[in-house]
């Protein structure tokens, strides 16, 4: 079973030094890190940087159509109005099927704010824990905001996005 987990960081940067930092605890084969992607968002600036992680190119990345939608309905929809926001109806209707429903969508979007920054990651094997406890130990301090994919919602995740296993 895969995770799609948020962690929320009260800095513009923590979300990439927790990035660098679970890049650690995959070598040690604590978590096997299938995607990521990062929100870095400036005080002062109308939206947020996106960035997907550049070395997902295994199996289990979901690729850049997911986390693209993914941010686009959580920071910019609002932005754009109820017109283009109809549009992303349909296949945000299909997320709800795969654990990613309103509440999660309506969480990140309250927490995730100027001034602060979030890391994206499908994991799996992973003790949150120990991820917890490594990132403080190096001094980073995040906030989880989690949703679990079963495998056949992860399945059906690939599946919206064209991606087949």
């Known amino acids: ?28 084969e604590l978590v096997t890190i299938h995607d990521a992607a990062t929100v ?5 600036k109308n939206k947020p940087k996106t960035k997907q992680r550049t ?22 929809v609002p932005l754009l109005g109820a017109a283009l926001g109809a549009g992303f109806g ?33 994991t799996s094997d992973a003790v949150v824990d120990k991820i917890r406890a490594s990132l403080e130990s190096q001094g980073i301090h995040g906030t989880l905001l989690q949703t679990n994919l079963s495998a056949n919602q992860e399945e059906a995740l690939r599946h919206a996005f064209g991606q087949d296993a």
């Open 40 to 44: 870095s968002w400036e005080q002062g």
């Open 1 to 28: 079973m895969a995770t799609l987990s948020v962690w929320k960081f009260d800095s513009p940067d923590g979300a990439a030094n927790a990035e660098s930092a679970l890049e650690v605890l995959s070598k040690q």
């Open 90 to 122: 349909a296949l945000g209707g299909s997320l709800t099927d795969v654990g990613i429903d309103d509440d999660f969508i309506g969480s990140v979007r309250s927490n995730v704010v100027p001034g602060t920054s979030a890391l994206f990651i499908l």
């Open 55 to 76: 070395s997902a190119t295994g199996i289990g990345a979901l690729g850049g159509a997911f986390w693209g939608f993914l941010f686009g309905l959580i920071f910019f």
